[in-house]
Each structure stands twice: as C-alpha cells, then as structure tokens.
C-alpha cells in the first residue's frame, strides 16, 4: 500500500510538471530594459507578458539605463554577463531598444569562449533594436548592426514604422522618415500589446535569426488628426499616404508567419485575444513620472578591463554570412568601439528600467561586487556629446 501510494504520488507530480511546461522546461527571462527616461512600463509586461509568465521566472539585469553614452552600455554587457554566467538551465535574454547593442556586445564577446552556455540553453528575444539588421536606425545611419549570424536563436522583433528598429530602406522618402519619427513616440515606445506569434506578423529568417515585423495599421503621422477628433480625414488620408510610406521599404524576403516564431508558457493569451496593433498614442508618455533614482550619478566602473566590450557587426572569430534577402546584408567582419553615432543612436530608442512584479526579481549591479570583471571605460568627449544629442 505504501509503496502504491508512493507512486501515485510520483506520477501525480509528473503529470503536473508536464502540464505546467507543454514547451519544455522553465526558463530563467533575462530582462534587460531600454532607456527609464522613456518609458517605465516593467519589462515583465512587455510583448503582453507572454515571455514571463509562469513557470518561467524573470530577473531583472540591472544597469545605469538612464545614463548617456557608452560607459552605460558596457556596463550593461558586464552585468548581462555576470547573470548569464550566474544562471543554471535554460536562458532567455529579453532585450529592449537600447538592450540590443548590449546583445550584440556581449555576443561579440562571449558567444565564442569555452565556457558559453549551449544553444540548447540560451535565446535571445530582442524588439525595438536599433541595430537591427532588417531596418535598424543605426545601420541606416552607417553603425553596426547586430549579426544574424550569432551561435544563438535570435528572435529580432519590431512594430512597423518604429524609428528605431524599422526606418525606411530609402532615406529621400520625406514622408516615410517624417512618419518614422512619428512612429518614434507612438510605436517604439509601446510593446506591451504585441504578440510575436500573431499569424498577421511577417518574418524572414536568416542564419539563426529570426526577424518579425509587427504591422501597424494605421499611419502614426497621422495621429495628430485623430487626437483632434478628426478620425474620418485620417482614415480617408490613411490609404493613400500608406502607399507612398510603404514605397520607402523593402520588405524582400518577408512571409506571411504560419506558425509560432516562438513557444509560450501555458496560458498566455491567443491570438484572437491580443491588443491590436494599430498605433494608438501612449498613455505611459503622459503620466510616467521620473523616479529619483534618475537623478543618481551611476556606479564607476572599476579600474582593470579584463574584456573589452565594443559594439561588433560579427562575432570576431566568425566570418560575415551573406544575407538571404536584398534588402538585409550581414556586415562585414570587423569590431568597432562605441563611435558617436552608435552612441547617440543608442541612446534615442529606450525604453523603462523594469519595476517590481510578483514573479520579477533583480541581478544585483556587477559594480557592487568588488571582484566583477569591468570593461573599457574609454569614450571620446564627441561620442558622449552625440549621444547627449540624440536622447529623447
């Protein structure tokens, strides 16, 4: 009888371990936020929640966000490091906005070395990316781009017409980069409603990343006329200046998504269910407020560099891939330090530090243990300048 009870009390906890991970075991989130000044929606609430719900937990990588320039940004890749190195099991890296040159850091860094996790154990989910290969402002403006070809499942997600993640292929369309801009208040600082399964999406896939592009339906350069109560002009202006902005892209290569880019916990939303994608003016840009903290000079990082972190096209001990679209080309092998416009580039497309939820808990700053590895510090006086420039 014992023995039989002792079974059963087996079998029961199979059962419900199988129930509660359908897609495979509990994943540590890796959150790692945009800019606070910008938004200050927690990052477990990005992409509807879908990538924290449980049984995956999320952890917040914490870094001086708020601050300017590269030193932020290197800090960022120290402590990306640290709490990837600190965490057992499968990884996900949940990215925002400026989080993507921390991403391409750290792989430029440690995608190669002998003790990196797994394939298998480590994914990365990057959305408003400015060096995004497919789009990103910081390649249209002659910076690097995050390669798509990393050792790593990358899903590289951006809403249409974002300024950040998704500016137009061709730069003398006046009404498409007016419209970008537009999009850079009303689309790259709002995430919370899309669904990077959403069978509406378009995705391309090149090497081991997977680009999604969310549509948006509606023009955000035409949202001022609907905030005047002028609904009816907009959406009568709405289908022929689309055309003319769509003309400013090349979305070679871009395929209906016929199946999910990305499984989710158990219990995340359908798609049926999800907040529409259309643009709609954010709420959170008038009534965020700038928490004290902002106000606080960030950590110095400490004096030795045992790895020097610098914003790479490729992996430097890869060689480039060649694109399997027109319109998305690997950069060529070479690594970079921060230069100006990657700074100032970085520094326009943050979103929020993320806030305290019930599931959420923080990786502690490397600065605060005396003996985490930091990294170069060095940054001209143009570069921060730039970056100062570009933030929002």
Known sequence: MRHRLAATAILSATIAAVATAPNGSAATVLTVAGNQLVVSTPMSQELRGDLCRSPNVCKAVEY?????GSVALQQGAVNLQKAIASTSGKKIVMAYSQAGYIVTM????????????????????????PQRASGGFSRATGGAS???????????VSREYDLESDFPTNPFNALAVANAFAGYLLI???YTGVDINDPRNLVKTVD?????????????????????????????????????????????GFTPQTTP???LPEGSPTSSSRSSNSVTVSSKLATSQRPTALLTAPAPLAATAPTTYSLATTPTTQPATTSTSKSVSDAPSQTTQVTQSESASAVGNNEAAPAATPHTTSVPDATADPDASAKDTSHTAAETAGAVGAAS
């Open 208 to 252: 081991d990343t997977t680009y999604v592009l969310v549509p948006t339906d509606n023009l955000p350069l035409l949202q001022p006329l609907r905030m005047l109560g002028l609904n009816a002009l907009a959406d009568q202006l709405n289908p022929a200046l689309k055309k003319i902005v769509d003309a400013g892209y090349d979305r070679s």
């Open 188 to 190: 790259h600082t709002d």
């Open 64 to 68: 001086p966000s708020a601050s300017i």
């Open 261 to 263: 880019v990305f499984p």
């Open 146 to 156: 995050t390669p798509s070809k990393t050792g790593y499942r990358v899903i590289d």
């Open 106 to 129: 750290w792989v430029a860094a440690h995608a190669h070395d002998a003790d990196a996790p797994s394939r298998d154990d480590l994914t990365f989910v990057v959305f408003g990316n």
